[in-house]
């Protein structure tokens, strides 16, 4: 809902946003099969899009391409009130690449991206690379900040995201352990099955690891698909434990 109490709506190839008193269509975006949404922010007056995208689509004067015309990179997209693109961004890697969650504060962006995003980040105002470094791991992912124009701010390693939120001070990202993962300085190992859950949280200022918690039991363990951060910081995480959990 924006400020007006209009609704965006999003799905597999299209954006729309209906009118808050009637439902009537105030615009609309066919991307057929050559995007997909997953998420959808507003901030301000901006309405944040991302999911992925394999070739090339233009929404107004903004054309977005994934890096070849055979590559899934995940993609932001931003639009103003009346649905023309500001800018827009695209992740590509050695392999799919997808935005699965995106979080706004204080304007600000946070994009996930969850797959091989371990290349060079393409966007319509300037460009970013990815290091892809300090993270090891079979599922790899990054957690990237602009600014509201599309300036790219830092990019931070993480493993394959399902969800992140934010606060003032902090980016908690909810992502996959599958096998052995290193971060920073610390490997964490499944304890039994080939899953488990990491929350790390990230300074939102830098992008740095405060700090990495695991959680999962002896089955296929793995984040639910959401979380929420309350007033005072504490991170609340919903996740698949299938059998006596470990923290």
């Known amino acids: 809902f924006d400020a007006e109490g209009n609704v965006a709506v999003t799905g597999a ?3 729309k946003l209906l009118a808050a008193d009637d439902g009537a269509l105030l615009w ?5 099969t050559t995007m997909s949404i997953w998420d959808v922010e507003i901030i301000d007056d901006a309405y944040v899009l991302c999911g992925w995208i394999q070739g090339t689509t233009s929404i107004g004067d903004v054309e977005i391409s994934s890096a070849t015309t055979a590559s899934i990179d995940a993609v932001i997209d931003v639009m103003n009130g009346d ?9 590509t890697g ?3 690449s997808v935005c699965n969650d995106l979080a706004v504060r204080d304007a600000a962006i ?5 797959g091989a995003c371990r290349n060079a980040m393409t966007s319509s105002e300037e460009s970013l690379t990815i290091p892809g470094t300090s993270v090891t791991g079979l599922l790899n992912g990054a957690v990237l900040k602009f600014d509201l124009e599309g300036i790219p701010l830092w990019s931070a390693d993480t493993g394959y995201v399902y969800r992140l939120d934010a606060t003032s001070e902090a980016v908690y990202v909810n992502y996959l ?10 490997t964490f190992d499944t304890w039994g099955g080939d899953y488990d859950t990491l929350v790390v949280k990230l300074d939102a200022a830098t992008g740095a690891g405060n ?4 959680a999962g039991g002896q089955g296929e363990d793995s984040p639910a698909g959401n979380h929420g951060v309350d007033s005072d910081g504490t991170e609340y995480l919903l996740a698949y434990i299938h059998s006596h959990p470990a923290y």
């Not at 649905?83 to 992740?91: E, I, K, N």
């Not at 946070?110 to 969850?114: A, E, H, K, R, V």
């Not at 352990?177 to 610390?186: K, M, N, P």
């Not at 700090?211 to 695991?214: E, F």
């Open 13 to 15: 190839g299209y954006a």
């Open 28 to 32: 609309e975006h066919d991307f057929g």
């Open 83 to 91: 649905g023309d693109a500001r800018w827009g961004a695209t992740v």
């Open 94 to 96: 050695d392999s799919q």
């Open 110 to 114: 946070y994009m996930s991206c969850g």
């Open 177 to 186: 352990l599958w096998g052995s993962e290193t971060y920073g300085d610390t």
């Open 211 to 214: 700090w990495v918690i695991q």
